[in-house]
Every structure is written in C-alpha cells, then in structure tokens.
C-alpha cells in the first residue's frame, strides 16, 4: 500500500510517498520562512498564497523522485488540522480534487499524529506503547501513546509552547525569526551558570508546562545588560542563550522522565520542531539510559513539518479505514484525544 502525504497546515509545504513495505520512497519540503522572516511570524494569508504557488509542482518532483505515476498509489493523505484555515484549506482541497480524479481515497490527518507516528519512519522504529514528548512551534505536550490512534494527553503548556520560547528569546538577543536553531547555535559558544533562570513548573507536581516566568527573566537579564556601561555584548548573547537552552531542556528532561513514571512507559519518543535541539537529544539520552528506558527521534529533518508523517499517519488510518470519503476537511482547532481509535488500538 502506497499513500501520498500532504503538509501545508502552517508555513512550510510538504509532500512524501510512503510504501508500506518499502518505506519511505522521496519526500519533499519547501519552507516559507524566509517569506515571513521580515514580519517576525507567520503571516496568514502569504502563508496560504505560496502553499498554492508551490503545492502541484512539489507533487509532481515527489512523484518524480519516487519514479511513480497516480496510478500506482492507493490514499492521497493530508493534513486536516489544527493549523491555520487558509493554509489546511489549500492542502485538503488539493488532495481532494487528485484523490477524487484519480479514483483513490483522499485521508484526512490530524497534524500532532502525524507528529507522534513520524519516528516509526526510523530504524529501529519504537514499538507501542510509548510517551511523546510533542515540542514545536505551537504546542508542548506529554502524551501517553497506547497504540496507534489511543492517546491520552498528559500534560499540556499553560502558556507559550517551547518553540515559542525559543523564538521570543532569540528575538529579544536580535536573531531573526524562526530563532530557536539560531539560538541553539550561538549557546554553543555561552558558558554555564551565570544566569540562575527558573526551571518552570518543576518544583509544582503534574505535567504541565509553562514558560512565561522563564521568558520574563530572560528580558530582564537582558535589559539589566543593555543599561549597563558595556551594553549587551556578543559574550553576554551567547551565556543567555545557553542559561535559557538549559533551563528549557532540563524542564523538558524533568517532565517527560516523570511522564514515563505516570503511564508506567519505558520508550519515550520525541516529535516536533525542538526535537532538533541537540542539547536536548543529548541530555534525553543520559536521563533516558540511567533508568533503562529507551528514546527515540526522527531525524532532524522530519522533526519539523513534512509531509513524510503526514504519509505515514494517513497509511496507518487508510488501513483503519478512516476515509473522508470526498469531504474536504479542514479543521482549525481539532483535539488530538477526539481522534476515533484504530482496530486493534
Ligand atoms: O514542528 P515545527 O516545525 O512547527 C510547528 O508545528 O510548530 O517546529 C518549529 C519550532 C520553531 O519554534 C523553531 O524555532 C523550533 O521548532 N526549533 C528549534 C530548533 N530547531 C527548530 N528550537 C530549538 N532548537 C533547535 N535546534
Ligand atoms: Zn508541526
């Protein structure tokens, strides 16, 4: 079984191919961040005209890749929400209208599924039951992953997602927009310790997360510097940046250990944009370990958005069945828990 799988739920245009024997045959993403860099986020409506620029070409140099023709696929699989109306609304009708033309299903996919399910693209992939610890621009989530389609949402953001953090504190050290992998670059070269930011959230039992209070310290800090004889130097950037980074990963380590406690789990795995930070990979590998427990992530290129998950997710719920059988489905706001279970999970 082959399903076609497409991304265009927020600012990046993804396609993939994915065989469920062979694995993933070509997959490819276009990125509009340079178009929205100069407005310091995602603008909407550019958002939505450039997925239509870019959609049906990026299908036909997928399909080329993958050496294929309509014909030989069985699902077009597309990004049903949450995301930005205008932008999901692009992807689902265009998997509509070529699932409709081609005589084949069209699948509607949750985005965060699609997330959770991206590291079975790896080997080894995970085996089910896991924890996800889900880190992107838009949410902060620990979910317990029964099997395929039966997640229970562990813990959730009260405020700002971990991306979000990411990129307000490289925005306050002048890095442009999107800046968490720009901030993660310039902690490489910060020293440790001279900052005593706080650790959200970890000294409170639960799950959740919340970031506001660590984002106010950082501007403090900054602002104390700015007024001070030397200014904000290049040296000061770069301690902030690395306090910050660790106080995000040890927030993030913390919490998902705990996850894995609570749901009784011994695999954890990583999804989303953050998962890229390889101060967190890393400190994820040591705490994972020194308790016997597994992690797992994609590679750097599919914690992002793509549409090589999309694919993967729309195989899993074309197998179940989950059709949307010519209704273009786009959904803004869409909870992960609502998702119909799938046979046998
Ligand atoms: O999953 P994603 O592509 O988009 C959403 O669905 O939100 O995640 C994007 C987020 C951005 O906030 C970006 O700054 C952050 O992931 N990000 C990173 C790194 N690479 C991307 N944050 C920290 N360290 C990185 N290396
Ligand atoms: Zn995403």
């Not at 239509?52 to 140099?61: F, G, S, T």
């Not at 890095?175 to 440790?192: D, F, I, W």
């Amino acid at each position: 079984m082959r399903v076609l799988g497409i991304e265009s739920s927020c600012d990046e245009t993804g396609v993939a191919v994915y065989d469920a024997a062979q694995g993933l045959l070509a997959h490819r993403v276009y990125s509009q961040v340079e178009l929205h860099a100069r407005y310091g986020g995602v603008v909407p409506e550019l958002a939505s005209r450039d997925h239509v620029r870019k959609l049906l070409p990026l299908i036909q140099a997928t399909l080329d890749e993958a050496g294929l023709i309509p014909a030989d696929l069985d699902g077009v699989a597309y990004t049903a929400g949450p995301g930005l109306i205008g932008a999901l609304l692009v992807g689902a009708t265009v998997a509509e209208g070529l699932a409709f033309g081609w005589g084949i299903p069209a699948i509607p996919v949750h985005h965060l599924e699609a997330h959770l399910l991206a590291t079975l693209l790896e080997d080894p992939a995970p085996e089910f039951p896991f924890v996800a610890l889900l880190v992107s621009g838009g949410h902060t989530m620990l979910i317990d992953v029964a099997a395929p389609g039966a997640y229970t949402v562990l813990g959730n953001t009260l405020d700002d997602a971990a991306g979000e953090a990411f990129d307000k504190t490289a925005k306050l050290l002048g890095l442009p927009y999107p800046g968490g992998a720009a901030l993660a670059e310039l902690a490489t070269r910060g020293r440790a310790g001279r900052f005593d930011f706080p650790r959200p959230m970890l000294k409170k039992p639960g799950l959740d997360f919340s970031f506001s209070g660590l984002k106010t310290a950082v501007m403090m800090a900054v602002r104390e510097l700015e007024a001070g004889d030397t200014g904000l130097t290049e040296s000061d950037r770069a301690d902030i940046a690395k306090d910050f980074e660790q106080a995000v990963v040890e927030t993030l380590v913390k919490k998902s250990l705990r996850a894995l406690d609570a749901a009784g789990r011994e695999r954890l795995i990583v999804a989303g944009g953050v998962g890229a930070n390889r101060s967190l990979r890393a400190e994820l590998q040591l705490a994972t370990a020194a308790r016997g427990a597994q992690v797992f992530y994609p590679r750097f290129e599919l914690c992002t958005d793509n549409g090589a998950m999309v694919a993967v997710a729309g195989l899993h719920r074309l197998q179940a069945g989950h059709v949307s059988g010519g209704q273009v489905q786009a959904t803004p706001r869409w909870e992960l828990a609502s998702l119909p279970a799938m046979a046998g999970g």
